[in-house]
């Protein structure tokens, strides 16, 4: 069972449309992580949220930590081509844990 | 800055084999973590090291084991080598344990069990 939940696990869209993956747990967090990863890399650290209720952006990217930091939501506005990936998301329990992963798919 | 390096970027080794992975974290940085990446289980902690200790492990069995230098690399090393075994191992370091906020992953390594 994995104490960070991922939804959806897969997510094929067109260029230009909009989306929004979730990360949910049971356990409350201290600070919790975004990754994106592209095959073959290691992941790459888009963004931290420590506040409950703390909404960061990046670009087209928006990140939101639940009131509770319990759960996080990414919502991506006018999805391109070069957001194809697995976007991962993590949190510190004692050790890091990582949910799943969304899987990505933006076609041109 | 240099990013975190791993070597081998591709191993493949036969089952009972031993292997060991080599991490070279980013200049400065003192703590180095260790990862498994798999289709099925995604990503599962190891063990993290900090000033050639081992601050942290992971629910890993004890074939699994790893070791830091002096200068921060890091090795992790697996015995008897098994077909569950195959997966992405990925290092990560940040300047000091604890901060993984700031934590920046290398390539990893992609081992192959036959």
Not at chain 2, 55 to 76: A, D, I, L, T, V
């Amino acid at each position: 069972t994995q104490l960070l939940e991922q939804s959806p696990q897969f997510l094929s869209i067109q260029e230009g449309e909009n989306l929004t993956v979730y990360c949910n747990s049971s356990s409350v967090f201290s600070s919790l992580q975004w990754y994106r990863q592209e095959p073959g890399e290691g992941p790459v650290l888009l963004v931290t949220v420590v506040t409950g209720g703390e909404v960061k952006k990046l670009k087209r990217l928006t990140f939101q930590f639940g009131d509770a930091r319990k759960d996080s939501s990414l919502h991506i506005t006018a999805a391109q081509p070069g957001d194809t990936g697995l976007y991962l998301c993590a949190g510190d329990s004692h050790d890091m844990r990582f949910g799943a992963g969304t899987r990505l798919t933006v076609k041109p | 800055k240099a990013g975190v390096t791993q070597t081998p970027r591709y191993l493949i080794k036969t089952r009972g084999q031993q292997v060991t992975l080599s991490c070279s974290p980013i200049s400065g940085h003192r703590s180095v973590s260790w990862y498994q990446q798999t289709p099925g289980q995604g990503l599962q902690f190891l063990f993290e090291y900090f000033s050639e200790t081992q601050r942290n492990k992971g629910n890993f069995p004890g074939r699994f084991s790893g070791r830091q230098f002096s200068n921060s690399r890091s090795e992790m090393n697996v015995s008897t080598l098994e077909l569950g075994d195959s997966a992405l191992y990925l290092c990560a370091s940040s300047l000091l344990p604890g901060q993984e906020w700031e934590q920046f992953f290398g390539p990893g390594t992609r081992l192959t069990v036959l």
